[in-house]
């Protein structure tokens, strides 16, 4: 009978703990903050910082009656190209290259007066060279002088300059910490307005989610690089020198020489604006709540 007694007194007090059981079949443990008054702070920040990297495209066509000629055109260009590019940009450019060659056919009209083309393989009337170059810096700065580089060869198409942000670990843990900075202010904010102040800190949780519940992501702690840093503008590249320059790229295409020379970056040379980046970041506090 005392045996009953007992087994009876711990199933009524399993009950009357509304954290103990489970909800759906699943166990989950009392909430480490049942016994006492806490404050949770949700941090958010945005922060402005300038690109880091620019982009373009552009590629070089030949055509000639045999293959090799019209490849070996394309490529002489594009390497004179190549040059200009490492000069302006040096070891901050990262440039890659593809080519890509394709015959083109005789046309002729039908009896209706419709342009045609003859697919046979014996009506080849020559063939297209394409040289692909894809240009990424990693100061944007230089993407004018490095477009205009690549101008003066002229391309047959030139993709607009791409400029953004590549996120580095430093970027993103500047993010963070002004996230956790603001989890803090807006705890203290709170428990104030409970009349209290916060304590101990309990949970430091990073991402999206609140640490007891759900949040509203509607505002953030922005914050605006003024100066030094990442956030800082690249300074503007310097005027062509008065004096005269050696060239900056010459080559040999198709028996005629190329010269690319300052003046022709500086014609070239069309300015871009580089807008500014963020970076969001998101941090969960939770404080004890002093009263």
Do not use: H
Request: hydrophobic share 40%; aromatic share 6%; proline share 7%.
């Amino acid at each position: 009978m005392k045996l009953n007694r007992l087994i009876l007194a711990a199933t009524a007090a399993a009950m009357a703990a509304p954290a103990a059981f489970a909800q759906d079949g699943e166990n989950f443990v009392r909430p480490y903050w049942w016994d006492r008054p806490v404050v949770e702070g949700m941090g958010r920040s945005l922060v402005e910082v300038a690109p880091n990297r620019a982009r373009f495209d552009l590629a070089f066509v030949e055509t000639n009656a045999q293959s090799d000629e019209a490849m070996r055109l394309a490529v002489a260009r594009s390497k004179i190209a190549y040059d200009a590019l490492k000069k302006v940009a040096g070891d901050k450019s990262r440039i890659t290259t593809s080519v890509n060659v394709e015959a083109y056919y005789k046309q002729y009209r039908d009896k209706d007066g419709n342009m045609q083309t003859n697919y046979r393989p014996d009506q080849v009337d020559g063939y297209q060279a394409r040289v692909t170059m894809v240009v990424v810096l990693t100061d944007p700065a230089l993407a004018g002088r490095a477009r205009a580089a690549a101008l003066a060869l002229g391309p047959q198409d030139v993709n607009p300059i791409n400029i953004y942000l590549e996120q580095t670990p430093d970027l993103q843990r500047r993010a963070l910490d002004e996230a956790a900075k603001d989890a803090r202010a807006r705890a203290q904010l709170a428990a104030s307005a409970a009349g209290g102040r916060i304590g101990d800190v309990l949970v430091v949780q990073e991402g999206n989610d609140s640490c007891m519940g759900n949040w509203s992501s509607g505002q953030v702690a922005r914050t605006i690089d003024g100066g030094g840093g990442y956030g800082a503008y690249p300074p503007a590249p310097p005027p062509p020198p008065s004096a005269p320059a050696p060239p900056v790229a010459r080559g040999q295409v198709g028996g005629q020489t190329i010269t690319i020379t300052e003046m022709d970056l500086a014609a070239l040379d069309l300015p871009s604006d580089a807008n500014p980046q963020t970076i969001s970041a998101s941090v969960c506090m939770i404080y004890t709540l002093v009263k």
